[in-house]
């Protein structure tokens, strides 16, 4: 199995900054890529940021500039640098992780996708 805990959440006024954490433990081979997602009561899930294993990043229009998604490989870590917050950024933030469990897996493409527990963001003055 493959756990993902993230930290880092709380409340920030606008215009503050927050840095989220994810950990990833378990069986894992090789992590394909890591991310983060948000989600607001009534809303869907969106996402916010990804990384590949590679570094490749792809970010939602409304953080671009703002965020600043970033990963320890060798630590199976994600971090999400939240620069210049806003009240509309305000939701459970959750990390996603897309793991190869085994060689086989890996070898074949087949990887599993796992998330965290999420975290809450507040902006607010």
Do not use: H
Not at 35 to 58: F, H, M
Not at 74 to 99: F, G, H, I, R, W
């Amino acid at each position: 199995q493959v756990q993902l805990v993230e930290s880092g959440g709380g409340l920030v006024q606008p215009g503050g900054s927050l840095r989220l954490s994810c950990v990833a433990s378990g069986s894992i081979f090789s992590i394909k890529s890591m991310g983060w997602y948000r989600q607001v009561p009534g809303k869907q899930r969106e996402l916010v940021a990804t990384i590949t294993s590679g570094g490749s990043t792809n970010y939602a229009d409304s953080v671009k500039g703002r965020f600043t998604i970033s990963r320890d490989n060798a630590k199976n870590t994600v971090y999400l640098q939240m620069n210049s917050l806003k009240p509309e950024d305000t939701a459970v933030y959750y990390c996603n992780a897309e793991v190869y469990l085994t060689f086989e897996d890996w070898r074949g493409e087949d990887d599993f996708e796992y998330w965290g527990q999420g975290t809450q963001v507040t902006v607010s003055s």
